[in-house]
């Protein structure tokens, strides 16, 4: 079962659990793809793709194509943070594009609908 975690221009991050039907309209999107929420019960909402990770916790990277998982050099995040300035290590991430491995997709809000996510989803942010 995947997650999906929407993060609004207020701050605010809200969890939405996908069903299997749900799921499998997010394979085969990359990371930066933009669409719409509609399908998702979230009418005039329009989502952005910034990120997730898989079954095994490692992290997507825009940079690495397909959906693969690969073994790169990095100097950054997302997936390594150097402890001081020029450190680089090899280190496994996952590539940009949303596989059935993948359970956690990371969103952003680009475009608002007429009613907020907390009236929608009946959470509170968090």
Excluded: C, W
């Excluded at 993060?7 to 659990?17: A, F, H, L, V």
């Amino acid at each position: 079962m995947q997650k999906l975690i929407i993060s609004d221009s207020n701050g605010k991050s809200y969890s939405i659990e996908l069903d299997e039907k749900k799921s499998k309209s997010f394979i085969g999107l990359n990371i930066g793809k933009v669409f719409d929420a509609a399908q998702l019960g979230l009418a005039g909402y329009k989502i952005k793709i910034t990120g997730g990770s898989d079954k095994d916790g490692f992290p997507m990277r825009s940079d690495v194509h397909g959906r693969v998982r690969a073994r790169i050099l990095l100097s950054s995040g997302p997936g390594y943070r150097p402890k001081e300035k020029g450190l680089r290590r090899r280190k496994m991430v996952r590539g940009r594009a949303i596989t059935p491995e993948i359970i956690q997709i990371n969103a952003k809000v680009v475009e608002k609908g007429e009613k907020s996510l907390e009236e929608l989803l009946g959470k509170k942010g968090g």
